[in-house]
């Protein structure tokens, strides 16, 4: 139990795309997500916390504008890296929780690459 | 300030011994701590979740500790094995407005064969 899928795996795309990832939790609801993103042998850094049907709630530092992010049902949100350049590459992961004092699941996370 | 702090060096231990890694945590009151092991390239699996009225908690050959006086918790893998090499994160939680969960650096185990 307590699967969550994220898409894509791995992306490679040119300056100026929009890039767009998705992660799903398969077999429960989940009333709370996290984004977060990890450079090479460091930790997690938490990017924004989306509750399911509100506005996501950015970090200090994150750019509302080039992370956009939607939680649009119980078991699905994305985010939306607009207009990438290559310091956006990274690796982006998501993680779900159904209640407060519930663990977090991960995704596999995404590999994102700007040429 | 608050800060969470995770053995910053790698552990190396031999197949077969027990491996136990350290996380000391300053400035919170978490209600539950949780432990998670990722390997490169992957997400963070989690492993398990101690609340601050227990004070151990097991599955398997794993044990985790939660001293709330202390300010730290203990996670032990018992007969290691190579497979069980990865980063090991510990997170707490709730903390803040927003009731999100903190995660440490994480710890490197390596376990030889």
């Known amino acids: 139990g307590a699967v969550v899928s994220q898409h894509p795996s791995w992306v490679i795309c040119k300056s100026g795309t929009s890039v767009k990832i998705e992660c799903r939790s398969l077999d429960f609801q989940a009333t709370t997500m996290f984004w977060y993103r990890q450079f090479p042998k460091q930790s997690l850094m938490l990017m924004a916390t989306?509750?399911?049907?509100?506005?996501?709630?950015?970090e200090q530092g994150v750019e509302k504008d080039k992370f956009l992010i939607n939680h649009a049902s119980l078991t699905l949100s994305t985010l939306t890296v607009t207009s990438a350049h290559p310091e956006d590459s990274s690796f982006y992961i998501c993680?779900?929780?159904?209640?407060?004092?519930?663990?977090?699941?991960f995704g596999d996370g995404t590999r994102l690459s700007i040429l | 300030s608050q800060k969470i702090e995770q053995n910053s060096e790698a552990l190396n231990i031999q197949e077969g011994k027990t491996a136990t890694l350290t996380c000391n945590y300053t400035?919170?009151?978490?209600?539950?701590l949780q432990w998670y092991r990722q390997d490169p390239g992957r997400g963070p699996v989690f492993l398990l979740l101690i609340r601050e009225n227990e004070k151990e908690k097991r599955k398997e050959r794993l044990k985790v500790t939660f001293d709330t006086t202390l300010k730290q918790s203990l996670f032990h893998i018992t007969a290691s094995q190579p497979a069980d090499s990865a980063t090991y994160l510990c997170?707490?939680?709730?903390?803040?407005?927003?009731?999100?969960?903190?995660f440490g650096a994480g710890t490197r185990l390596f376990v030889k064969a």
């Open positions: 989306s509750n399911e049907g509100s506005k996501a709630t950015y």
């Open positions: 400035n919170y009151s978490p209600a539950y």
């Open positions: 993680s779900a929780r159904s209640q407060i004092n519930q663990p977090q699941h």
């Open positions: 997170a707490l939680g709730p903390v803040g407005g927003g009731f999100k969960t903190i």
